[in-house]
Every structure is written in C-alpha cells, then in structure tokens.
C-alpha cells in the first residue's frame, strides 16, 4: 500500500488547529483521518522550525544578491560556450576546406590535454589515423631479398 503523502499546507492547516486548541488532538486526528502521532510529530517539527522564519528574513537580501551574481556569471558563461561554438563551427568549416585529411593528420598531438578521440572530431579525421605509423620500406633491401 503506497503512503499518503500530505502537502507542507495542509500539514501547516493541521498544527495550527492544534495550536489554537479549540479541539482535542483526537478530534482534530478523526475530523482529518490522522494518527495523532502523526500530528505530534509535526507540530514538533513546526515549532522546531518556526524560529528559522524570521532568520531567514534578514538572509533574504544575501540570497538574492548570490543568486543576482550566480545568474550574471550564467550569463557569461553562456555568452562565452556560444562564442566558442560559433569559432569551432568556423574552423571545422575551413579545416576541411583548406586543408588536406594527411595535414590535418598531422595536427593531432597525443601530448594535448585534449583526448586523441576528441582531436580527430575537430579536426574531422578518423581517429585510428592518429595510430597509424606509416611503414617506409627500404627499396635497397626489398630488392635485395627478392
């Protein structure tokens, strides 16, 4: 059987009545369909919590003056990720254009911060070029053998 989960309201509604003890906890626990455990226990936690409300008042202003700052950096940092979007596009665009696949090849660095994977899709080269050597034979010997 799946809890019945009350809202923050209602629960709010509940200890308040009990507060004004205009009605016993179990008049207040029946007329709701309640336990009144249940009902102690939130009230526990209401007065546990109620000096908080006025705190909270006075750390408001610094709350909306972190989030003022955390929004502008949002901002920023969202200017700069479309920036660098538009340049990467730009330099796909012309790397592939200008440039030939063997000299773009020869733009990938294993020592990069940068993985190897992530270099070939910029460069727009296959990744398993970064691991070929290519082999030079020795015309000399090839014909010496033969």
């Known amino acids: 059987m799946k809890r019945k989960q009350y809202t923050p309201e209602f629960k709010a509604k509940v200890v308040l009545q009990v507060l004004r003890e205009e009605k016993t906890l179990g008049e207040i626990a029946a007329d709701n369909e309640l336990n009144p455990n ?14 908080k409300i006025f705190s909270e008042s006075r750390d408001a202003k610094e709350i909306k003056a972190k989030e003022k700052e955390m ?14 979007t538009v340049e990467r596009d730009w330099l796909k665009k012309n ?6 696949p ?14 190897i994977k ?22 000399k010997r090839h014909a010496l053998s033969n």
């Open 71 to 84: 929004e502008e950096d949002y901002q920023e940092l969202l200017a700069k990720v479309r920036k660098l």
């Open 95 to 100: 790397l592939q254009k200008y440039l030939a």
């Open 118 to 139: 992530r270099q070939s899709e910029l460069l727009l080269v296959n990744r398993t070029s970064a691991y070929y050597a290519p082999v030079i034979k020795d015309i």
């Open 38 to 51: 249940q009902i102690r226990n939130w009230k526990r936690e209401f007065l546990e919590n109620a000096p």
């Open 102 to 115: 063997i000299t773009r090849r020869s733009l990938l660095n294993v020592n990069s911060r940068l993985s």
